[in-house]
């Protein structure tokens, strides 16, 4: 396994070169003067040619892409446009609240889905698997950002228990929490059925029912089992999406969060923070996919990585 995660790492480097290249395009065809906007609306042509000097906007593309990835392998992000902080710094307060509410939205939401989803299964055709499957359906099509508003009109002010903008207690992240989570809940829920349904159909299930074998042992230990590998697949995936998806539930609950701050940066034409932050998505997405291929062997020991 040692030689397979080596393997996969080494495989990340191309796709990160590529990836930060596109960034580094895309980020140059943004509109505005990254200069003027370092140096501010008041000041003068003289100040934005030093402040061009100073980012090094004056040097060529290639050699700007070059500083910028040097600088990146070695953790250094440069500085933002708008409150000349250390982007590294930056983003990693704004890291945690992100990392606060995905994980808690995921716990959530997919503890729930696979109770659902596996009950589902068990009573399929019943009145319990219409009605749950229909208000899965329902979660999957519900917005995040109209949950969040209704969350808000109809709990948190009514009630006053819950805030409804950024994250000064525990508390704080329950609605918050809740919104991320719900369409991903619905979507384990669904899934989770399918595998499990698609699975108890094998010749190895009908098998170990006849030789007599109990239903629960059957249903935990040889379905179960193998219906889990696509959905931990499914689980890499929506968390990778909690992470770097929470632009819209953050910007309802003003959470000061990464998608926040995102949302923050493109306004402001904060390039420097943005290339991070995409980077960052990327970084996570791919880091995520590793340990789903590493949780196979895991869950079955008989995959074998290669």
């Known amino acids: 396994m040692l030689t397979y995660v080596i393997r996969r790492i080494l495989e990340m480097i191309p796709v990160l070169l590529v990836v930060s290249l596109l960034v580094f395009g895309f980020i140059k065809l943004l509109p505005g003067d990254p200069a ?43 500085i933002t446009y708008r409150t000349q902080q250390s982007v590294s710094k930056v983003v990693g307060e704004s890291f945690m609240p992100t990392l606060y509410l995905a994980v808690a939205g995921f716990l959530w939401s997919v503890i729930l889905g696979l109770l659902v989803g596996v009950f589902s299964a068990l009573k399929r055709g019943k009145w319990q698997d219409w009605t749950l499957m229909s208000i899965a359906i329902g979660g999957i099509s519900l917005p995040p950002f109209w949950l969040g508003l209704l969350l808000i009109q109809f709990v948190a002010m009514p009630f006053g228990i819950f805030s409804v903008s950024g994250f000064n207690k525990p508390s704080d992240i329950v609605l918050p929490a809740f919104t991320l989570g719900a369409s991903v809940a619905a979507v384990m829920a669904r899934f989770t059925r399918s595998a499990f349904l698609e699975v108890a159909q094998e010749d190895y299930v009908r098998t170990a029912k006849s030789k007599g074998l109990r239903e629960k042992l059957v249903t935990w230990k040889h379905i179960m089992r193998n219906a889990l590998i696509p959905v931990v697949t499914m689980l890499g995936l929506q968390f990778g999406f909690l992470l770097g998806g929470s632009i819209v539930v953050e910007s309802v609950f003003s959470w000061p969060g990464l998608g926040w701050l995102l949302i923050q940066s493109i306004q402001t034409q904060d390039q420097p923070v943005i290339q991070a932050l995409v980077m960052l998505f990327v970084l996570e997405f791919i880091v995520i996919n590793l340990l789903v291929d590493l949780l196979y062997a895991v869950i079955n020991p008989a995959i074998r990585l290669k």
């Open 36 to 78: 003027r906007i370092y140096a501010g609306p008041d000041a003068t042509q003289a100040a934005i040619e030093a402040a061009r000097v100073h980012l090094g906007l004056n040097q060529s593309l290639p050699m700007q892409y070059w500083h910028w990835l040097s600088g990146l392998v070695q953790g250094n992000l440069g």
